[in-house]
């Protein structure tokens, strides 16, 4: 951090002389070059224009302004080296094994920086990362699960992660050789593709729902990506978060003024009263992690 005084840290160094009695048992506590620590020292008297440290003998001593400049920054100094050297330790205090189960796509979209930084800030923290779109139910107190879906959770605890906004898709090869959609009533016409097994699907115009469709899913695939790419291949139609589709795709917007649900993301996890703080601190990383993504990047 450097200041008009300079960089703090040469008034770190000035301190460790006077506290050291000399600029070699200085440079040997520090691990660092005496010829380093005595340019430093010279740069630091100048820019302030006052001398802070004489040779007596062998040994350098502080002037008089040094020892009122050493009076006023070692209790300063103190309590940098005190806060880091606690926050280090707290740091390394976090370890243990936590398993994320998590959808491949939540992953390389917007979640594998996340737990990248993670891993790196608490290197003793051992992360077994499950890629699935199925449901992996907690089963312990270091079990972490990122889902759409809520049903069989009722003990659990969620935590919402963001909203997926959708819309519906189908090739133009498909629309070319199947019935025309002009009304939310003519989806339930068609043939589907889906990424869960929910046949009972919203239709909703603004935040209004306008009715409950019936789909036949005519392929049923656990990977959202997979979804686009059938749809593209003309297989049928689908309910496609926006936040994957590109205008280079080959896809149209169906009825653009309706949309399903947003479908909420949730983190589950079991209650408890004693969480290991590792899970704590990984549940609050990726919460604020997606929060800032959202704010760059909408996670539609």
């Known amino acids: 951090m450097d200041s008009i005084f300079g960089n703090v840290d040469d008034l770190f160094l000035f301190c460790a002389v006077v506290e050291e009695g000399s600029l070699l048992s200085a440079s040997k506590k520090l691990k660092l070059p005496v010829s380093t620590m005595s340019r430093r020292l010279t740069a630091l008297e100048a820019r302030l224009n006052v001398r802070l440290l004489e040779k007596q003998g062998r040994e350098l001593v502080p002037t008089e302004a040094g020892e009122e400049a050493f009076k006023a920054l070692s209790s300063g100094m103190e309590s940098i080296q005190s806060a880091f050297t606690g926050m280090l330790t707290d740091r390394e205090a976090i370890q243990g094994r936590i398993k994320l189960a998590i959808p491949h796509n939540f992953y390389s979209g917007f979640v594998r920086a996340i737990i990248e930084t993670f891993l790196t800030q608490y290197p003793k923290v051992q992360l077994d990362l499950v890629l699935s779109q199925e449901q992996a139910v907690p089963q312990t107190d270091r079990d972490l699960l990122m889902t759409f879906e809520l049903s069989s959770m009722d003990e659990m605890v969620a935590r919402p992660l ?138 539609e």
């Open 162 to 299: 963001f909203k997926a906004k959708h819309g519906f898709f189908a090739s133009p090869e498909y629309l070319e050789s199947h019935p025309a959609i002009s009304t939310p009533a003519d989806l339930d016409q068609h043939e589907w593709i889906t990424v869960d097994h929910q046949l009972q699907l919203p239709v909703y115009k603004g935040d209004e729902l306008i009715q409950m469709i019936t789909i036949k899913p005519k392929l049923t695939v656990n990977d959202i990506h997979a979804v686009v790419q059938a749809t593209e291949q003309g297989i049928g139609v689908a309910s496609l978060p926006f936040r994957h589709i590109s205008p280079n795709m080959n896809l149209i917007q169906l009825l653009p003024e309706y949309h399903r649900s947003d479908r909420q993301a949730y983190l589950v996890y079991k209650e408890r009263k004693y969480q290991p703080k590792a899970l704590t601190l990984l549940i609050e990383a990726l919460i604020e992690g997606v929060q800032l993504a959202q704010k760059s990047v909408p996670v």
